[in-house]
């Protein structure tokens, strides 16, 4: 927790306050390392298979050993379901054809069975291929629900959480705030002049401009952050354990990469960001994002083009819209 706090601008029991995203290169690597691990690697992927087809080996060698006194019919499943969820479907279905086999040789070479009719071993076997299939058919199903429930909870164009997740998330940000007495900031922003970039350069630079913009929010958050696309060209960002100058860092880091943007392909785009910091947490998400949303506003209607202003009065800040260099100068209004 202690370092949680130094990285989001807040004192700790030392005293000492540090950038809120500090140490990025290390945070990004981190986050990548943990991505990354979802994936089965090369090495995993032979590992699994092989851990699948030793205990193929073994129910098989059972099987022919115990010649049909014991059924091992859900033993089968274990290398299928093995090779399904640790691998993949094509693994799955491999291990069940090769199951299905296994089994049939056990029915073959024991002899112990006198079937009637000379077909009967290999219905067999295909009645247990179709059912190992089914199956495999059945995590799979599985797996794409869960890809879908997932997409459902991202904005397509920008690949951060949408509305509904944000919801969700920050929620649970409020109640971890109310619990243990801990401030978060919420910020709302959106860019200026997006729609006369669609109509001078069209929808597919406005959709670039808006990716770009979605890969700068994920560059500049940390895991416990919570941002999301709100709609159009609104984001929102949630800060948890972060008081009101680590915000303000956070927005001037944020707004400069949003200038790179700007000068890299479209002269002019800025931001406007609404800042509200709360030391005690909000009764709900929709306050604390319409509070957000008013100062937002107010920047606009007294924030110039090229200049950075703050606003603070009682307990809400606002930075209004920020110059090109990402400098801040605050007065009071």
Not at 167 to 184: D, G, T
Request: some cysteine; charged content about 25%.
């Amino acid at each position: 927790m202690e370092n949680l706090i130094r990285s989001r601008g807040l004192p700790s029991s030392s005293g000492n306050m540090s950038d809120p995203v500090g140490d990025k290169k290390d945070m990004v690597s981190e986050r990548g390392a943990d991505l990354s691990s979802d994936k089965p690697h090369s090495n995993s992927v032979g590992f699994y298979l092989f851990l699948a087809g030793g205990s193929l080996v073994i129910i098989g060698s059972l099987d022919w050993y115990l010649a049909h006194r014991i059924s091992l019919m859900p033993f089968y499943l274990i290398p299928i379901i093995m090779a399904s969820v640790l691998v993949g479907r094509l693994a799955g279905v491999a291990m069940s054809v090769m199951c299905a086999l296994v089994w049939l040789s056990a029915d073959l070479g024991v002899g112990v069975i006198d079937y009637h009719y000379a077909l009967t071993p290999y219905w067999n076997a295909l009645v247990r291929l179709v059912f190992f299939l089914l199956v495999v058919g059945a995590i799979a199903l599985k797996d794409a629900l869960q890809i879908e429930k997932t997409k459902a909870r991202i904005d397509p164009l920008t690949g951060i959480p949408n509305r509904m997740s944000f919801y969700e998330l920050a929620r649970q940000e409020i109640a971890r705030s109310k619990r243990y007495s801990r401030p978060l900031s919420m910020v709302f922003f959106d860019l200026n002049g997006f729609k006369k970039i669609n109509d001078r350069f069209g929808h597919h630079i406005g959709d670039k401009v808006l990716r770009r913009v979605g890969e700068s929010i994920r560059e500049n958050t940390r895991g416990e952050d919570v941002a999301a696309r709100w709609g159009g060209d609104e984001f929102v960002v949630l800060l948890p354990e972060t008081d009101y100058k680590g915000s303000i860092r956070f927005v001037n880091r944020l707004n400069r990469a949003f200038v790179k943007i700007s000068d890299q392909e479209l002269k002019g785009m800025t931001a406007s960001f609404g800042i509200k910091p709360y030391m005690i947490a909000p009764g709900s998400v929709d306050e604390m994002v319409k509070a957000a949303d008013d100062l937002m506003y107010a920047a606009k209607r007294v924030g110039t083009l090229y200049k950075t202003g703050a606003s603070y009065e009682k307990d809400w800040w606002s930075v209004a819209q920020v110059d090109a260099k990402g400098q801040e100068n605050e007065a009071r209004s």
